[in-house]
């Protein structure tokens, strides 16, 4: 169980499990990231019955993360954080419990997503899973897996009974980890071109082929696995010895399905990579070599991965721009106090005219994008199915590019300090320009809302979704 809070612990020292503190003198000023930011505010405001929510979530991270981690501090454990969420009720609030498949309430009563005690409001889980990865985003970026079921949701809402069962009780109950397998080596991020395949043998499916590079492939107990249904005799084509351009072809034309692959099913293999920010989890290669699984572990009905896969992103995503935004507004907090404390000459540096620019544009960018965010959440609560998906891939690839210049004037403006493993800021941008990447380059992202402009309206869909005053 989670120790209960001290009502005041000395200062430079770690709570019980929690991570160690650094030095007295290096806590955060007053003014610091721990005063309740203008982003979270204005969220509250519009939704006062998230407060208690917001006031668990940030008395977990006060006990178990109580400041910003850096590189040269104990890495946080992370994994035994994220079980400690689960018996705090913080790790099935997001999935609303909706009847039918995946979503019915087993025999004890339990909802799919395991919401016991997590305080959230029905038609709120989107926005309270949205403030857990905002405020979690402010002490790391690797606290993004702590909270709410992850992508183990898409197990939860599409997956059958059984499969839906078994995923509450290991990613929700227990506080395990569930993943994504999507990225190929050769394809990226084109899902047409993804090339692991599920043979379809009646009763089972055997799946063959790689995904990479992929975040939790040591940690997390199953995947959601993105991959094409095929016929035995299109497989057989596809892996002889000189298979054609006409095969990979057809290929791409075979709709996109999704199945949960348990990652102690036999012929599963994992290679893991050492990536240059995000260290907190692991990355690297998933190998399927002939996997069995039953046909009920596939995830709706075969050719419905691509629905699964824009259904669940349009909101990751989203979650994912708001650890950004989270990291970024803590930035900025200890950028603006660092300025007001030190001085070139008889001049603050919050003085110059130039410094507070600068930062008063990146306050203004991270303020925006958090709105937006926050916004198109809104609209998912109200309509999960008609997500507005070219919006949500932009919010994402602005936020994390608003994100990232924050967090780089805030080094610049702690000097060399900024530049070492002491503060929190050089960790930031490198686990920032990781998720610029992950769940779509930005580059791509962007073109998804160019695209969806170019198209012009289309008859009941908004490009960009407004939030209903």
Not at 81 to 110: E, K, P, Q, S, Y
Not at 329 to 344: C, N
Not at 405 to 428: F, I, N, W
């Amino acid at each position: 169980m989670t120790p209960p809070r001290a009502a005041s612990a000395p200062a430079g020292s770690a709570p019980p499990g929690g991570a160690p503190a650094r030095p007295a003198r290096e806590l955060p000023p007053p003014g610091g990231p721990y005063v309740p930011s203008p982003e979270l505010r204005a969220v509250l405001a519009r939704h006062p019955a998230l407060a208690d929510f917001a006031a668990r979530v940030t008395d977990f991270l006060d006990r178990h993360l109580p400041e910003p981690v850096t590189e040269e501090a104990p890495r946080p454990p992370w994994l035994e954080l994220r079980g400690h969420a689960a018996r705090a009720g913080l790790t099935g609030f997001d999935v609303a419990a909706r009847g039918g498949g995946g979503d019915a309430a087993d025999g004890a009563g339990h909802a799919p997503g395991g919401g016991r005690g997590a305080a959230v409001p029905p038609g709120l889980e989107r926005v309270a899973q949205g403030l857990a990865m905002y405020l979690a985003g402010r002490r790391d970026c690797d606290a993004r897996e702590v909270f709410s079921s992850g992508h183990g949701a898409m197990a939860l809402r599409y997956g059958p009974p059984a499969v839906a069962h078994a995923v509450r009780d290991r990613v929700v109950e227990r506080g395990e980890l569930a993943g994504v397998a999507s990225s190929e080596p050769h394809s990226g991020s084109d899902l047409r071109g993804l090339r692991t395949v599920a043979v379809d043998h009646g009763d089972h499916l055997l799946v063959s082929g790689t995904k990479g590079l992929v975040s939790r492939v040591e940690e997390a107990v199953g995947f959601v696995v993105f991959c094409k249904v095929v016929a035995p005799e299109q497989a057989a084509a596809l892996s002889a010895e000189g298979a054609d351009a006409g095969d990979r072809a057809a290929l791409r034309e075979v709709p996109l399905s999704a199945l949960w692959l348990p990652m102690d099913a036999p012929g599963v293999r994992t290679q893991t990579a050492a990536p240059l920010g995000l260290r907190g989890w692991s990355l690297g290669h998933l190998h399927f070599d002939g996997v069995r699984v039953g046909r009920d572990l596939l995830l709706g009905a075969p050719g419905d991965g691509r629905r699964i896969f824009d259904a669940h992103f349009a909101g990751w995503r989203l979650m994912m721009a708001l650890v950004c935004l989270g990291a970024a507004g803590a930035a900025i907090d200890e950028a603006m106090a660092r300025t007001r404390r030190h001085s070139v000459g008889r001049t603050s540096l919050a003085s110059i005219p130039s410094v507070a620019s600068r930062l008063g544009t990146a306050a203004a960018e991270v303020q925006a994008a958090t709105a937006w965010c926050f916004s198109l959440l809104e609209g998912l609560d109200r309509d999960a199915d008609g997500a507005d998906v070219a919006a949500c891939s932009a919010a994402k690839a602005l936020a994390t590019d608003a994100s990232y210049r924050a967090v780089d004037l805030g080094l610049q403006l702690h000097g060399s300090d900024g530049y070492t493993c002491h503060t929190p800021m050089e960790k930031r941008l490198r686990d920032i320009r990781g998720l610029r990447i992950a769940d779509g380059p930005n580059d791509v992202l962007y073109s998804v809302l160019a695209h969806a402009l170019l198209e012009g309206p289309r008859a009941g869909v908004r490009v960009v979704r407004q939030r209903r005053i």
